[in-house]
């Protein structure tokens, strides 16, 4: 039996040998100090980047849907007219940009500015019917 009762001793000792073998010194201990400190401010900045970037995305849809745009119709038909001059001071004879300003013109009750782009539109195409109903309607007849 003592026998049996030396070999628990040793089975204990080895075990406390192991689990106390390397003792923590100073400069580990700073280290994983100085680790944790790290992360933990790694994390709080992550987490604050992301709680402002969600609120002012919040905070700009807000706003957004505050302020209405009023932007009138006349406005938007003047702009159109002015794109389909630019079009036509570089291509003459564009007929989208031709039909276009016609129906723009027509749309702001411009039937004399009107006239003159129908006038290129049935030159290029006498077989289109409908610029030349158009184009009697815009002179009035």
């Known amino acids: 039996m003592p026998g049996k009762q030396r070999g628990k001793g040793l089975a204990m000792e080895s075990t406390q040998k ?16 100085f680790a944790l400190v790290s992360m933990v401010g790694f994390g709080g900045s992550a987490i604050f980047g992301m709680v402002s970037l969600f609120g002012s995305g919040l905070s700009s ?10 932007v009138s119709q006349e406005s938007l038909l ?38 003159e782009p129908l006038e290129k539109l049935v030159k290029l195409n006498p077989d289109r019917a409908d610029y030349k109903v158009l184009l009697g309607q815009a002179k009035g007849k």
């Open 18 to 33: 192991k689990s106390s073998a390397r003792p923590v010194n100073k400069g580990d201990r700073i280290k994983q100090i």
């Open 78 to 115: 003047a702009a159109q007219e002015r794109g389909y001059e630019t079009v036509l001071r570089r291509e003459p004879q564009n007929l989208t940009a031709l039909e276009g300003l016609a129906n723009v013109r027509l749309q702001m009750n411009n039937k004399l500015g009107a006239i």
């Open 61 to 70: 849809q807000h706003q957004q849907k505050q302020t209405p745009v009023a």
